[in-house]
């Protein structure tokens, strides 16, 4: 115990002393914010001026009533353009250059057909961005409804109210209780949460295996091997390496919490008004789903580190191991794969068998965790499981890691493996 | 209570996939003696040592350390070990090294500082302390390794090919540690395929080929029950140039020559000083004449036959 202490504690000091440490610990959170919130900046971004003529062709004027809806929408500047049904063709072509000079994005032609058979056209420069379409349809379908509405004789007053727009709120409901925390917000969570456990379980394992390669490479591991035990060495590099694993997860989180627990501060320091309530952008993390990101990541990262352990024996150089290591990485990849189905469909059966699946179920269950209510008996069978397989693996990945670190030369074949497994 | 044997193998075996390493291996190891394990390449030395340090565990037999039966990581505190191929963590530093593998060796950090600080002085590397292992020369690293071996004042070292890879200074630095750690009271078992070297250093040798003991026991013993009575014949013609008395089987039972001097077992009832005669009657400046015991060497290729030896009548330039 005492001689694992010594490996527990040169694999953390050596690794928190090195500067991959430091700028991984630096950077780790930058690139999450920036994961999240480039996507939103684009977004807003995106949300430029569009200038559209709206060609009306319509015998009742229906074209203008679009343009002035259309001009209305904020992004959106429309202009009405009353053209003869005969030379629409001919405005067409002269918008196509003015389209061309990015004067204007695009036109809309608008003939009686729009109001009785709800066909329009619309040519513009921006129609291959699906947003910039749905905003446009969204709009249009809008006005035609009014239109038809109106044709229909039902009161100016009554089509206003029945326009009112929808403003649905989503609140996340965890153990039984309704949270803070929006549907934006727990989609976040859990997409950080799939992000630390990927990245940390690979990561870290990795650097089990380079570690085990390394010392194989320089041979040292036969002076360890003379003073400590196979099981000892192993099981000392796995706990140090993901200690300092845990020590970088600790930073974050402290951080995390300050940060969100300063959010008004942080807001105004960004210029942004402080939106009503929480915000989306910070949802409410409670403790219990720590405790399942936490103990899930130890035993996933213990149930890889293994496997990634056991390759390092297999090998005799870090790119040999990285090439074998494929394997091992496929089998971490599936759920990050699949995330977005799970996020889709939290209760689907996808989501419950990949999360209970123990090479899965690492990234998948805690994934599943945030984004919606796991009953305790899938809990417990997934976390049964992953024990389960942690014992079987580690058995059979320590028993080849003690052959492997001492045998050099040509990588051994699945037989070979069986046998080392057998006799060690 | 310190057994007067701290090494004793009885009937050790240990098989592979595809052969058989060591077979049926037995051989005592004196206390304070200088031990050499001597073999060709592939003999089973390394194997040998790998199963005294319970880096890989014998398939028949029993290995009893210091008069007991505990393992060799058992008692690994007692043990410093140099294996063949050397190497450490390049990237840690020279200090911090020394005590992290004098603490897998039950070393408490504090004296294992102390002792590492000192040792490091004594070698001339004190200034080093601090730096990566990167940083220093390959020599250096030699010497950090070394440290580590004995750091924890053990009572038997075991160096695997301790001379192999050292360039001739070098190589006497290690032959006078050998002798000052012996010395000290301090146990060395080396392996090594130069017979010379262990001509000069050994109390006691054990060679082996092919997995199996050839011969073993005190060195002196070794030479006297090889028997036979040994020439050593230089001419400074070569001694080609000598053929026909070197043949000559009433004079000389076999003759193992080398270009410069030859190595003769006198044929049974004959006289040496007849041989010198018929050198001289041939016509043959002769340089040198000894009447000798069989050194390590001849008593090996007579044993093993020339085609093991092989490796061992060209130890390659840099073994020396």
Redesign the interface.
């Known amino acids: 115990m005492?001689?694992m202490w010594?490996?527990i504690r040169?694999e953390f000091v050596?690794r928190v002393r090195t500067k991959w440490f430091i700028i991984s610990t630096v950077l780790g959170p930058l690139l999450m914010v920036a994961f999240v919130a480039v996507p939103l900046i684009m977004a807003r971004k995106g949300a430029q001026e569009r200038v559209i003529g709206v060609i009306d062709a319509t015998s009742t004027e229906f074209g203008r009533r679009l343009a002035a809806s259309l001009d209305r929408a904020p992004p959106i500047k429309a202009s009405w353009l009353p053209t003869p049904v005969a030379e629409i063709e001919q405005a067409a072509d002269s918008l196509a250059v003015l389209i061309g000079a990015k004067v204007v994005d695009g036109f809309m032609i608008v003939s009686d057909e729009a109001v009785d058979d709800g066909k329009l056209e619309y040519r513009g420069s921006n129609v291959s961005s699906p947003r910039d379409m749905q905003i446009l349809s969204t709009l249009v379908e809008e006005a035609v409804f009014t239109e038809r509405l109106g044709r229909a004789g039902v009161d100016a007053a009554l089509v206003r109210q029945a326009k009112i727009p929808l403003q649905l709120r989503t609140l996340k409901v965890a153990g039984a209780r309704t949270t803070a925390s929006s549907g934006e917000g727990s989609f976040i969570l859990a997409y950080v949460i799939w992000l630390l456990l990927y990245m940390g379980i690979l990561l870290y394992g990795v650097n089990v295996m380079g570690s085990v390669v390394?010392?194989k490479?320089?041979?040292?591991v036969?002076?360890?091997?003379?003073?400590?035990?196979p099981f000892q060495l192993l099981a000392g590099k796995i706990i140090g390496v993901g200690g300092v694993g845990l020590f970088q997860f600790a930073i974050w989180g402290l951080c995390g919490a300050v940060l969100i627990d300063r959010r008004e501060l942080v807001f105004r320091l960004l210029g942004e008004s402080v939106p009503g309530g929480s915000t989306a952008a910070f949802p409410e993390v409670p403790l219990a789903t720590v405790a399942v990101f936490l103990l899930y990541f130890l035993l996933g990262y213990f149930l890889y580190a293994a496997m990634f352990a056991a390759v390092g024996a297999m090998t005799s150089s870090e790119a040999e191991a990285r090439q074998a290591a494929n394997f091992v990485v496929m089998l971490l990849v599936l759920p990050s794969v699949l995330m977005i189905g799970i996020l889709n469909d939290p209760d689907g059966t996808m989501a419950i068998a990949l999360s209970i699946v123990p090479f899965t179920s690492p990234i998948a269950m805690p994934v599943r965790w945030a984004a919606a209510e796991v009953p305790a008996t899938e809990i417990m069978s997934s976390l049964g499981a992953l024990a389960a397989a942690l014992l079987a693996v580690t058995w059979v990945a320590s028993r080849i890691y003690r052959v492997g670190i001492?045998a050099y030369g040509k990588r051994p074949g699945l037989r070979?493996l069986v046998?080392w497994v057998r006799t060690a | 209570m310190t057994p007067d044997n701290v090494v004793v193998l009885e009937g050790v075996t240990k098989r592979f996939a595809t052969h058989t390493a060591v077979s049926d291996l037995s051989l005592v190891v004196p206390r304070g003696s200088i031990y050499g394990l001597l073999g060709p390449n592939g003999a089973g030395k390394t194997t040998t040592i790998r199963m005294i340090l319970s880096i890989i565990v014998p398939d028949e037999g029993a290995i009893t350390l210091f008069g007991a039966t505990d393992s060799g990581r058992d008692v690994s505190g007692r043990i410093g070990y140099l294996p063949e191929e050397r190497g450490l963590y390049r990237k840690m530093r020279v200090g911090d090294l020394l005590v992290f593998l004098a603490e897998t060796k039950g070393i408490t950090r504090g004296v294992a500082r102390a002792e590492a600080r000192r040792w490091l002085e004594q070698l001339g590397l004190g200034a080093w302390e601090h730096q990566k292992l990167d940083a220093l020369s390959k020599g250096m690293q030699q010497k950090v390794q070394f440290i580590s071996t004995v750091l924890h004042r053990p009572d038997l070292v075991i160096l695997d090919e301790a001379f192999a890879g050292l360039d001739p200074v070098n190589a006497q630095v290690m032959k006078d540690t050998v002798v000052s750690l012996a010395r000290s009271g301090t146990t060395v078992v080396f392996s090594t395929h130069v017979m010379e070297h262990a001509e000069k250093l050994c109390d006691a040798i054990c060679i082996i080929a092919r997995g199996r003991k050839i011969v073993d026991g005190r060195l002196a013993d070794v030479r006297r029950g090889h028997g036979g009575r040994h020439v050593i014949v230089a001419v400074e013609q070569g001694v080609g140039s000598a053929e026909r008395v070197l043949t000559d089987r009433a004079l000389v039972a076999k003759a193992d020559t080398y270009g410069q001097y030859a190595e003769l077992e006198v044929a049974p009832g004959a006289d040496p000083h007849r041989i010198l005669e018929a050198l001289l009657a041939a016509g043959s400046r002769v340089t040198r004449f000894e009447i000798a015991e069989p050194t390590l060497h001849k008593i090996f290729i007579d044993k093993v036959g020339a085609d093991t030896a092989s490796a061992l009548a060209n130890p390659g330039g840099d073994h020396a």
């Open positions: 005492r001689k010594v490996v040169r050596e390394e010392e490479t320089s041979r040292i036969e002076v360890l091997i003379s003073s400590l035990k001492l070979d046998r």
